[in-house]
């Protein structure tokens, strides 16, 4: 059974910084690739940042140069810093992967940045 569980959410004001981890278990964690979404009340889920197992990364328009996301594979964990935080950038956040030919999602964590 593949699980993921999120943390890190939380109230930041505008400009601040949080970090989000994701812990993966029940799967291969290394051969896989791990992307954070983000859904903010109202709007569709949205891709955020992706990366592979081998470290490659792509981020949202909307994020780079703010967001990093990051692994350890050793430790089974995904990450993302989120520096610079906007109104704009509270959501729901889920970390996501497509191991076994399926979609697998936390039940994510929300981030406030109040306008």
């Known amino acids: 059974q593949v699980r993921l569980v999120e943390s890190g959410g939380g109230f930041m004001q505008t400009g601040g910084s949080l970090k989000l981890s994701c812990s993966a278990s029940?799967?291969?964690?290394?051969?896989?690739?791990m992307g954070w979404y983000r859904q903010a009340p109202g709007k569709e889920r949205e891709l955020v940042a992706k990366i592979t197992g081998g470290g490659t990364t792509t981020y949202t328009d909307s994020v780079k140069g703010r967001f990093t996301i990051s692994r350890n594979n050793v430790r089974n964990m995904v990450y993302l810093q989120m520096n610079d935080l906007k109104p704009e950038d509270t959501a729901v956040y889920y970390c996501?992967?497509?191991?076994?030919?399926?979609?697998?999602w936390g039940k994510g964590t929300l981030v406030t940045v109040p306008s």
């Open positions: 996501n992967t497509g191991a076994y030919g399926s979609d697998w």
């Open positions: 029940g799967i291969n964690f290394k051969l896989y690739d």
